[in-house]
């Protein structure tokens, strides 16, 4: 049975993708989703921006250029608008991304992206664009996201912002725990609470 990720906290560089209304067809094009299973996406994650016609790598966008790294996607507004496809947060996590932060997150997507073990870290519009002016100024600038305070720090400047999540999404991701998951935890509450219901 696979293993899912726990998160806590985690320090890392960022990808900066400031374009704003990033949909779901641009985050996974929809030839691309043919597959069940969650495997593989990660390959075709922006795969018409990552790529030319013939197929070969765009080393100007950012994630083909060395110049970024890190599993911190940087997103302008409104991220994951457009059709519900869950394939979007398949290829955001199979590429190895652990969190997107942005000032705005389609609802569908944003859950999608919580289901998947992905957080989506949202921000206020100044607190973006100062950390996208951190990372255009030096690459190697690094975000600091503690899901238990539910804080994110820039770690060059020290500017920090809180942000909310979901009670129950925040257990899940600490405990790496899908909704089946976080049953079989319970289950023998859930007996019990049976056992004395029918009694």
């Known amino acids: 049975m696979k293993t899912n990720p726990k998160f806590s906290i985690i320090t890392s560089r960022c990808v900066p993708?400031?374009?704003?209304?990033?949909?779901?067809?641009?985050?996974?094009?929809?030839?691309?989703?043919?597959?069940?299973?969650?495997?593989?996406?990660?390959?075709?994650?922006?795969?018409?921006?990552?790529?030319?016609?013939?197929?070969?790598?765009?080393?100007?966008?950012?994630?083909?250029?060395?110049?970024?790294?890190?599993c911190v996607l940087v997103a302008g507004k409104n991220f994951g608008c457009g059709s519900s496809r869950e394939h979007a947060a398949w290829a955001i996590a199979d590429y190895g991304f652990r969190a997107v932060i942005s000032s705005f997150f389609a609802d569908i997507h944003k859950n999608n992206e919580l289901n998947n073990f992905v957080l989506p870290v949202t921000v206020s519009q100044d607190f973006l664009e100062h950390l996208l002016a951190e990372i255009a100024a030096d690459p190697t600038t690094e975000v600091r996201i503690d899901l238990p305070a539910q804080t994110v720090t820039v770690l060059t400047s020290g500017r920090s912002e809180h942000f909310e999540i979901n009670a129950?999404?925040?257990?899940?991701?600490?405990?790496?725990?899908?909704?089946?998951?976080?049953?079989?935890?319970?289950?023998?509450?859930?007996d019990k609470y049976e056992n004395e219901t029918n009694s």
Not at 27 to 35: D, H, N, S, V, Y
Not at 44 to 56: I, K, P, S, T
Not at 168 to 190: M, N, P, R, S, V
């Open 17 to 70: 993708l400031p374009t704003e209304n990033i949909d779901t067809d641009q985050i996974i094009p929809a030839r691309f989703l043919k597959g069940t299973s969650r495997d593989g996406f990660g390959e075709n994650l922006f795969r018409d921006w990552r790529y030319d016609a013939n197929g070969e790598p765009i080393m100007t966008f950012p994630l083909n250029d060395p110049t970024y790294s890190g």
């Open 168 to 190: 129950y999404k925040k257990q899940c991701l600490t405990e790496g725990l899908d909704d089946i998951g976080y049953l079989l935890a319970h289950a023998a509450d859930i």
